[in-house]
């Protein structure tokens, strides 16, 4: 529940995480089951936690993309059926979109801004100009940085999602020791690439018998689904930390240099870093330690991996400009921003 496009009355959020986590990623059937079976009580939860009833509503938003489509379609049938019954206009966002917001809502962003949206399926660059509409400057041609730090976490043995344990363990490793190279764009400049990275990593393990390690982590993953930091250090050698905190600074050094570079080309007032990798704490340190002309904002911890609150925020220039969908609303897996 939104307030004036700003105000967050009440943010709910159900995490499908643990019953991900023993896939080591999203099992897509048991996403749109997992919707469907939270939904209502969410909604629920989120009206009474802000004192508020549905008729009280100016408007619905709602994701229409991207994402997976059996996800979508819950939330799109859904927002359908409570706009008709409480003849509420409707809104739809884009995901991406509303990534942006959690951050433009909430801070003194000044526009033109360039727009890092980095999370698990996005690895994107943008400006954002002044009446809210978007281009787009550039993306990964291949994994998402979010994906990744899954990956590179799921190979080495460690829970899903792969970002928050790296996060964590990186400071106990020095981020110089394994001298990964940056890549190498022909083309757009802009664009970024992390399989040469997530290759790299994949040859480093190969050359090492990492069998025991693993495997103590996997025995750990069992008896505890969320070890404490103590936990995992005591069951990851120095070599491995020092590759960790490898990794984790060539994916910072990446992700900045392109996003410095962009906010330059078109004159950035203010550089927005957002999606759930925006959580990362050596993104952030490495971020405000790059002295800029202009400021940097990233969203609060409980606004950076997906969330409602940040659709709402992003369905106010629409609601504005009387944007509204219709019942022929359909989910886009592959929607673009721009
Ligand atoms: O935005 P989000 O919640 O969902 C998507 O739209 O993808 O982002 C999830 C991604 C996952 O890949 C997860 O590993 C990553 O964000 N992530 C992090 C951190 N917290 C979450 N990556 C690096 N450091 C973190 N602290
Ligand atoms: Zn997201």
């Known amino acids: 529940m939104v307030e004036e496009g700003t105000r967050i ?23 749109s089951r997992e919707h469907l079976r939270t939904i209502v009580p969410v909604v629920r939860l989120a009206l009474e936690q802000s004192a508020t009833r549905l008729g009280d509503l100016g408007a619905i938003a709602v994701t229409q ?29 884009n995901h991406i979109e509303g990534h942006i917001h959690a951050v433009v809502s909430q801070n003194p962003v000044e526009l033109p801004a360039l727009a890092l949206v980095v999370s698990g399926g996005h690895t994107h660059l ?43 363990l990186a400071p106990h490793g020095d981020p110089r020791a394994v001298p990964f190279t940056l890549a190498k764009m022909k083309g757009n400049t802009l664009d970024f690439s992390f399989s040469g990275l997530k290759t790299a990593v994949l040859r480093w393990t190969e050359a090492r018998d990492l069998s025991a390690e693993v495997a103590a982590r996997r025995e750990l993953l069992q008896r505890n689904p969320q070890p404490s930091i103590d936990e995992w250090l005591a069951v990851t050698p120095g070599e491995t930390l020092g590759m960790l905190a490898s990794f984790q600074h060539t994916v910072i050094r990446e992700l900045l240099r392109r996003a410095v570079r962009a906010a330059e080309e078109i004159d950035a007032r203010s550089l927005v870093i957002s999606g759930g990798v925006a959580c990362n704490a050596g993104l952030r340190i490495a971020a405000a330690a790059t002295r800029l002309s202009y400021p940097v904002f990233f969203p609060t911890p409980g606004l950076s991996t997906d969330n409602a609150a940040m659709i709402a925020a992003a369905a106010f220039p629409k609601f504005a400009r009387a944007e509204f969908a219709d019942f022929s609303l359909r989910a886009q897996a592959n929607l673009a921003l721009a």
């Open 9 to 31: 009355l009440s943010s709910v959020v159900a995490s499908q995480i643990s019953t991900h986590a023993r896939y080591g990623g999203v099992v897509p059937e048991l996403a």
């Open 65 to 93: 993309g991207p994402g997976l489509v059996g996800s979508l379609l819950v939330g799109i049938t859904y927002a359908k059926a409570l706009a008709l019954v409480h003849r509420l206009p409707l809104i739809a966002v």
């Open 126 to 168: 943008y400006e954002v100009r002044r009446n809210f509409s978007y281009r787009l400057l550039g993306k990964t041609r291949d994994d998402a940085a979010g994906e990744a730090f899954d990956k590179v976490a799921k190979l080495l043995g460690f829970s899903y999602p792969g970002g928050p344990v790296i996060d964590m």
